[in-house]
């Protein structure tokens, strides 16, 4: 079945303490991204790769690190996280960046920093 | 303003009732423009892009107005399965950084069908 994979569901951490969440594709997609969900924000990029070893900064990338080297996985990291990084995460990927391109998302990570 | 505006709701209408969403973008440049859908706490969902010729998807129903700029989704014989909140999307035109033309997101509108 083709999926975008996200782990984990539910996450709740305190401040400073390092944590990734891990994005998986297996639809052999170029470009990957993260976004965040916040209530009356809306969605927000993170971080995009267009390819393996090819990534850039979306809109709100401060406090964020991602890595892109395999095609199927780009995890996010959050090198020290703060209480303002609590949200709703999705990674989200399409087979390449074209202008009607479907987007596929993964089911979401809600984290909460304590 | 806003780069991509939408009516949050909520509406509730009833089973069988027809409803329409209006969506406004700031940006003429813009090139591709889709609804999505979002369950509660869930992953968005395309539900379907929007041509300029204006497209049908069985009870779904989409239209572009360039020169007012508005997308418009019309929903017929509305369904309990229905209630969702629907997100208008716009990826920016030409001349955006890098090769990342973004997709600009709407805060979505907010759709609950009442028995």
């Known amino acids: 079945e083709a999926q975008v994979t996200q782990n984990p569901r539910y996450l709740i951490t305190v401040t400073g303490k390092k944590l990734t969440v891990t994005c998986s594709q297996n639809?052999?997609?170029?470009?990957m991204s993260w976004y965040r969900q916040d209530p009356g924000l809306g969605l927000r990029q993170i971080y995009y790769?267009?390819?393996?070893?090819?990534?850039d900064k979306g809109d709100v990338p401060e406090g964020y690190k991602v890595s892109r080297k395999e095609k199927r996985n780009f995890p996010l990291i959050l090198e020290s996280p703060s209480p303002n990084q609590t949200s709703l995460y999705f990674c989200?990927?399409?087979?390449?960046?074209?202008?009607?391109?479907?987007?596929?998302f993964g089911s979401g990570t809600q984290l909460s920093v304590l | 303003r806003k780069e991509v505006e939408q009516d949050p709701g909520p509406f509730n209408v009833p089973e069988g009732a027809t409803v329409a969403f209006n969506c406004t973008y700031s940006?003429?440049?813009?090139?591709?423009f889709f609804w999505y859908r979002q369950d509660c706490r869930k992953e968005p969902k395309l539900l379907m892009s929007?041509?300029?010729?204006?497209n049908e998807d069985g009870r779904f129903t989409a239209q572009l107005n360039r020169a007012s700029q508005y997308i418009s989704l019309l929903i017929r014989d509305s369904k309990l399965s229905d209630s969702a909140t629907y997100l208008c999307v716009v990826r920016a035109g030409a001349g955006g950084a890098g090769n990342n033309r973004k997709l600009i997101w709407g805060l979505g509108t907010s759709l609950a069908v009442n028995p």
């Open positions: 790769s267009m390819n393996v070893e090819v990534t």
């Open positions: 929007v041509y300029s010729s204006g």
């Open positions: 989200a990927s399409s087979i390449r960046q074209g202008a009607r391109e479907k987007l596929f």
């Open positions: 940006n003429s440049a813009s090139q591709s």
């Open positions: 639809m052999n997609h170029e470009y």
